[in-house]
């Protein structure tokens, strides 16, 4: 009796529920991949002072829930990326900083390589449709001026054939700099860190934006 009576009752329930859903949680963070070489990984620093996670404790500050996910790898070039794009991609992601290409101009690799590459890498994140920031880089001088014409085009040739966002020059306002970077005078301090977060967080901000318009 007290069975039937149960049913009776919690059998509409049920099927409401079903028909018009249980609450769902709270909307997830947005996913952000910081896809790049040492530079992104924080080489030469304790992980709660790369680039990725003070990122994410810039968002948090302005406002922004964003899981920053660090897909840096050390000694990375244009070509490993490539090779482990899809790997990186695995989980999904809402939005991708794309920041290589600094090992490729150390080594003196073709820049034309270097484009083919993330021409490349640029094309599977459009078909995924995520939101994409490039990240730019600059040759060092010692390879010649020609050298470094032909590389240092690579980045806003790619961004507009692409219509990706640009951040000219991830190392902006701390390359050169003694007191922002390692003793290797390559890789930026937990100083440094912080200045190029500071740059790049306002573009991320825009980036966000427009990865919260395109999911709507």
Do not use: C
């Not at 301090?189 to 966000?208: H, M, S, T």
């Amino acid at each position: 009796m007290w069975r039937k009576l149960v049913n009776l009752i919690l059998g509409p329930l049920i099927a409401l529920a079903v028909v018009v859903g249980f609450p769902g949680p709270a909307s997830a963070a947005l996913r952000i991949i910081a896809f790049g070489d040492s530079l992104t990984a924080g080489f030469g620093l304790p992980i709660e002072q790369s680039f990725p996670v003070r990122l994410q404790a810039w968002l948090a500050a302005h406002g922004i829930d964003a899981e920053v996910v660090n897909a840096g790898v050390s000694g990375d070039t244009t070509a490993g990326g490539l090779e482990r794009l899809d790997w990186a991609l695995s989980g999904g992601a809402d939005a991708v900083l794309v920041e290589l290409g600094a090992n490729d101009a150390l080594r003196g690799l073709d820049p034309k390589a270097a484009y083919d590459n993330l021409d490349a890498i640029l094309t599977r994140l459009g078909a995924d449709k995520a939101k994409v920031l490039l990240l730019g880089m600059e040759a060092p001088a010692n390879w010649g001026p020609d050298y470094r014409k032909q590389f240092d085009a690579i980045y806003p040739t790619l961004a507009q054939a692409h219509h990706a966002m640009l951040y000219p020059f991830f190392l902006d306002g701390v390359a050169l700099d003694p007191a922002l970077n390692q003793p290797d005078g390559l890789h930026p301090n937990a100083q440094g860190v912080e200045v190029i977060v500071g740059r790049i967080g306002p573009y991320v901000l825009r980036l966000i934006g427009l990865a919260a318009a395109g999911s709507g």
